[in-house]
């Protein structure tokens, strides 16, 4: 038990160091699932508005994206539980990586815990162990006020049990993914490379629950990730899959101790080799950004490429009518059924359009953001003293990510095409797909360049495009499912171009959306040029 | 062109927000010299340096390099400079031997023989991942670059504050060596005695002033000598002797004293204490340390020098 000493304190100073960051999730998270809720019955409340959404959830686009609605009968609380359960597992996960990437590697490379363990009387173990009681604490807070505020919005056909499993699942689907973060945390030794391990062990379970449940719903128990959708909630309400998130994030933290006694402070399980004495290739910014961004340049390449040919797998099903009566085909006629079919089809790639862009910004956002980082932690006060100017520096780093995610996008959407086409009875031309590009192209540039001017002018608040990023995400995946007004899906860019591939691409938002990412990006430029270069 | 400062330094300010970081600077760096750059911590050293440097833009005053401005013509500044920070931090997935060559690339120098026997004399393992290396091998990282670039000015920000006794040596050897080579060299450093050692004009400055300039010997003129002395007679009037400091009677008999003695009154009290007859004397001129010292610990209650 010595190994524990001090836990508790840990978690205290976990806690004051966290609050902020802590309290705005838990508000986003909780709040917003409450308050979507209590709104629900307004937007799904009369039998036809459910039977048109039912529907809608049941296609098989609906499906790969949030899930399978299973059951015949329907009410407004199954279609909440069906909607939202996917759609917040996910923001639930990336709130615990967070949590546990930011309470383990993180402070271990800061120095923070070396200087605990090394100078107090703390046990060895009490670092790990206060980051996983912070985040079972962070994610019990979420389920208290998430199965309180269930209680209160009542929506018709809710009840107590289902509320507060819908509140625990998430919770539990939370934590135990930060479980096996903090597993990570200790094969790896540097956080950045924590995260890549995290996403991708997410992004393996979400691909393998989206095609399982086109294909089969019942292999959708094979990825921990989808067993948040066998909670059948406000149906069967099964707490079983509550069960196998806990005795998995046992095993998690279980595992991440033996390795953590197993390990020296600051090394990885994984070690690290030495490497070549010389360097030809190592020129200049230019090269050396190459050089330290091709190997997750690369993941995302492959990873973005893999979920295009994931999500075109199951475009035959997608294809098909829900309501295939072989009156409605008789009524259309066998080019008419195609056309709807073609049709179906097209609106999903428009959906996969402003996830795989959304993705794509993220991928290169994180090149750019690179510069801010290694500004901070001192890297680059070595190559602000070569004759480099600041302009060429930006240059070198805004490029790269702006062509890494222009690669990102048009590859994934190149890879959907490819294994779509090759399900469909009809292939789509490659022309709905370069419509769908070229119509992201200027969204892209702006969430660039609105990254850019923070980076020039205001560094510390950089993180508001993640929020101004996932805010029209959220507005334009989500809007139409909750009928939103129409004045808040024009504040997200994506909203401009919802009618591509389909339609042709309205040229007027393309001039201005690119106006304003260029003003941004020049007052970005002038910005970094002219401030001071952090210590 | 050699009658150019290499560097130029007119009561430079720096404000961080509210806080008055650097209120008056004044440096001054010929061709060919080695200046030093003392303070205590926080004094404004690093921020000086990376005004200098042109990371931060001044609130006033002037920073010339090679008679340009430190801030609008960095990139061309940089041409001709090479700094080692005080903190080397770099690249964690780098190799020292990658990092070395991409730092000498940058400065549009190559790898040479010279690179070569740095490394060898520095005993630095260049084909460990600078993820691995401790704080005084990330230093020689930065300091081989430096020191195999070729330039005409140089700027370390307390370049050894990592280092063992051994490699601060080859340091100071390798910084006499750019000197007889007639390079300039600017050095911050708490170490005083390689101050000392290697400096022909020392700069101190407090509180974001530079208080002293000059060379080591025009220092210790400015401020006082200790005396130890034995005579055969009584030293009493020494006690009302002006320029006379500190004094303390080391005996009932006032025959053996210790004080200080400010550097211009030398002659009148050499010639007092001869009156007494001599028997023993020990005068020690003040090292860097006490001067030091005096700037600091004395505080405002008594001038140097006044
Ligand atoms: N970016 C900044 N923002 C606010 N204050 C700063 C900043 N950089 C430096 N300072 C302050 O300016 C003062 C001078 O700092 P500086 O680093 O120049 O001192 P220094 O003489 O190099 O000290 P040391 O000997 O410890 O290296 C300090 O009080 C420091 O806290
Ligand atoms: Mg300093």
Redesign the interface.
Known sequence: MAQYTQTFALLKANFKRDWIKLTVWLLVLAGLFVAVAAKFEGIYGNQQQLNTIAQTLRSPAMKALFGPLTHASISTAIIFATEMAVFWAIFMVIFNYSLAVGGSRAQEESGLTEMVLGGHPVGRLAPLSAAALELLIADGIFAVITGIGMTFANMPGSDSNGNWLFAVSLAAVGWTFGMISLIFSQLV??SHNVSIYNYVFFGLTYLVRMMTDVSNPDNTWWSPFGWIEKTDIYIKNNWLPVALFLILGIVAFGIAVALNVNRDIDAGIIQ?????????F????AT?LF??QRSISLFWIIGMAVLGASYGSVFNSIGKLVNDSPVIKEVLGSNGVQALEKNQVLSFVGILGIIFTVLAVIGGAMVINHLYT?ER???L?????????RYYLLTTYVLYGVILAVVILYATLMTTMVVGNSTLAHSLSIRYYNRMFVAMLPVLILFMSTLVCFIGIMPKLRSIVWILLGGSFVISYFGRLMDLPNWAMKISPFYWFDKVPIHEINAEPVWWLLTIALVLMVIGFVGYR????A? | MNHTLVLDVKGLKKSFGKFEALKDVNLTLHPGEVLGFIGPNGAGK?TTI?VI?????SSGGSAKVFGKDAWKE???I??D???V?G?????????G??TI???L????QT?TGRTDDLIKEFKLD????N??YSKGNRQKV?LI?AFSTDVSLY?FDEPTSGLDPLNELIFQQKVKQLKESGKSVLLSSHILSEVEKMCDTIAIIREGKVIETGSLESMQHLTRNSVAVTTSEPLVKLQNMPGVYQLDFKNDQKTTAEFSVDSDQIGNVMAALSANKILQLKTTPPTLEDLFLRYYHSDNDQKVGE
């Open positions: 030794a540097d690290v080799r030495g490497g070549k004495r010389q360097s030809r190592l020129q200049g910014p050396l050089w330290n290694e932690r001192g890297y006060q070595l190559v602000n003293t070569t004759p480099h100017s002219h401030r001071d270069l210590q | 690093s990376r440097l042109g990371l931060i833009k960095s990139v061309t940089h041409k400079l090479a700094y920070p903190d080397v931090y770099l690249w964690p997935n780098l190799t031997g990658q060559d991409l730092l690339h940058m400065s549009g790898h260049t084909s460990k991942k993820r691995t930065a670059a700027v």
